[in-house]
């Protein structure tokens, strides 16, 4: 039953990750969980009196912009949900003695380092979206020094579509695909992640600061994508290909902003200071597609 001595606020409710979060950590705590709808972070004003009246022990926010490309067209707007709400955020847990959990990313180094980022290596963004998690994540540790700070990358899960699962789903229909084969990261299975945040909310409310949270390992998309045409295809699924032809990062005129070619980030500070060596995330990536693939036939039967 969930545990009414710890309460969870949970921000983004409706994203992947806040879903996931919300579904996951309603088990062992009492969570409330907001959408849009209960807090509007574009009303900057409103989120004091907003936070004052709902009663929490710690506040979780996965909220933000999270496309590059949505950062670079709206610069304005990705500075205000990914920065200044956050500081604000920041600023009234302080204020009320609440901890705060707050969700930044890889591309918040410029991926020119070929081994994996430390949590203490040079941030030094390269497109918008970086740039605005980045003043997210100083802000937020300036307001609210106790503050911890989660670094994600590649998220992949249940919630929503990702890489792995748009691959598998375009492979059923084609067997001519390609990925990107230079750029590269730390694909991150969301209910390890949601697991992992479990434990720090209940087990280690002293830690703060930036930490990084990802699966063990590092991929290519075109790595990641053949990977979970492998798995399909011994999971039954009628999958074309088991291959995806490589593709270069400096090719894709498409993308409206720069993308880091390589942003995979070392966990050791996570194991140190919990003792925890999150998986390879090949083992999670197994886990997610038997998971969907069962889930999808037992759909399929008639009850």
Known sequence: MPSASLRLLILGSNGGLGRSLTRQLAMTCDVVAWTRAELDLMRLEEIEARL?????????????????????QH???????????????????????RRLIHFSTDYVFDGTKLSPWNEDDPAMPINRYGLTKRDGELAVLKACPQALVARVSWLFGPDKSSHPDQIIAKALQSENLSAIANKTSSPTFTRDLCEWIRMLVTSHPEIKGILHLCNQGTASWQQWGEAALE??????????????????????????????????????????LTGI?????????????????AELAFSSVPH
């Open 52 to 72: 004052e009246a709902q009663p929490f022990d710690v506040l979780i926010n996965p909220a933000g912009i999270t496309s590059p490309d949505d950062c670079a």
């Open 75 to 97: 610069p304005e707007l990705a500075q205000k949900i990914n920065a200044e709400a956050p500081r604000e955020l920041a600023r009234v847990c302080h204020r009320l003695g």
């Open 277 to 293: 060596r999150p998986r390879p995330w090949r083992d999670a990536l197994e886990e997610h597609l038997h998971n969907l693939h």
């Open 231 to 272: 798995i399909a295809n011994r999971l039954g699924l009628p999958v074309l290909t088991q291959k995806l032809s490589p593709s270069a990062l400096e090719d894709c005129h498409f993308f409206k902003d720069a993308r880091p070619p390589h942003t995979s980030m070392s966990t050791a500070r996570f194991t140190k």
